[in-house]
């Protein structure tokens, strides 16, 4: 287990205080801390640098396991896997690649694409969609790319596998997304599909300063939906011209939202909300 947490309470910092000093996100900087996520080793090593301690200090063990891994050649290929694996569990992701998902849902002709998703996302994205669904709570993976938070139903997923070659289908999406981003000026939505609908919805989701605890801002919404959430639960959204969105989490079927629009160190007025209905 990773010290992350204990060296925090030291210094009296909050998971948002880490995450802005190290440039990454409070949630991510939750799951690793949690051991639910390794950090890539780039990322691993700015934390260390955050806290003045060296890497075995935040991640103990780890500093022996990539010694080993580098000392050796390992022949077969599950071999290998398990000495990334030995490093993973202690909290540190040595594959420094990023990867494309290619992700089919229900009631869908083609492949989202999602791009530049680091190696321990794609590992934890892997094993969680494995899990067996809670009949009575929802069913998400949330994850991170360098550009997006995204969140999947697993019921709502047929297949998906990934790549890091940009093969041509690959470039052909990228290019596609492109253009459709570009014609429909939703650069700035949170982007929904629905279960069994294949065109995306937007929202252009508005700044609000509310301080009812009733309100949760969209970064905590990940973590809940990322935690599980009653099935029959509705969200309530209200976009940027003041109209309100209702929509029950179970009909989500993927959600992407910039990153931009869910920075720790934003002011008041520039919080984007979202709030659960039960």
Request: proline letters at 4%; hydrophobic letters at 40%; glycine letters at 4%.
């Amino acid at each position: 287990m990773n010290m992350i947490k204990q060296l925090r309470y030291e210094r009296k910092w909050s998971q948002g205080t880490l995450a802005s000093m190290v440039k990454t996100s409070p949630q991510l900087i939750q799951r690793i801390e949690s051991g639910a996520q390794a950090a890539r080793l780039p990322l691993a090593m700015d934390i260390c640098k955050a806290f003045n301690e060296p890497i075995e200090k935040v991640f103990p063990g780890v500093t022996k396991a990539l010694a080993e891994f580098a000392g050796t050649h390992e022949a077969h290929l599950s071999a290998a896997d398990q000495k990334y694996d030995a490093i993973r569990k202690l909290g540190v992701e040595p594959d420094p690649n990023f990867y494309n998902l290619k992700v089919l849902l229900q009631g869908h002709n083609e492949y989202l694409l999602l791009k530049n998703i680091p190696a321990a996302e794609v590992n934890r994205f892997f094993r969680l969609i494995c899990q067996e669904a809670d009949n009575d709570t929802s069913s998400f993976v949330v994850f991170e790319s360098d550009e997006f938070y995204m969140a999947v139903n697993r019921r709502s997923l047929i297949h998906c596998h990934s790549e890091t070659d940009l093969s041509d289908d690959i470039l052909d999406l990228a290019a596609r997304e492109e253009e459709y981003i570009l014609e429909n000026d939703v650069e700035n939505c949170a982007e929904f599909y629905f279960t069994g609908n294949p065109k995306p919805f937007h929202i252009e989701i508005a700044p609000e300063d509310s301080s009812d605890e009733d309100w949760h801002y969209l970064s905590n919404a990940f973590m809940d939906l990322d935690a599980g959430i009653p099935i029959d639960q509705i969200i309530h959204i209200q976009d940027i011209n003041g109209e309100r969105h209702f929509i029950k989490a179970e009909a989500i079927s993927f959600l992407k939202v910039p990153h931009r629009m869910l920075e720790s160190d934003l002011t008041e007025s520039e919080n984007f909300w979202i709030d659960f209905q039960y």
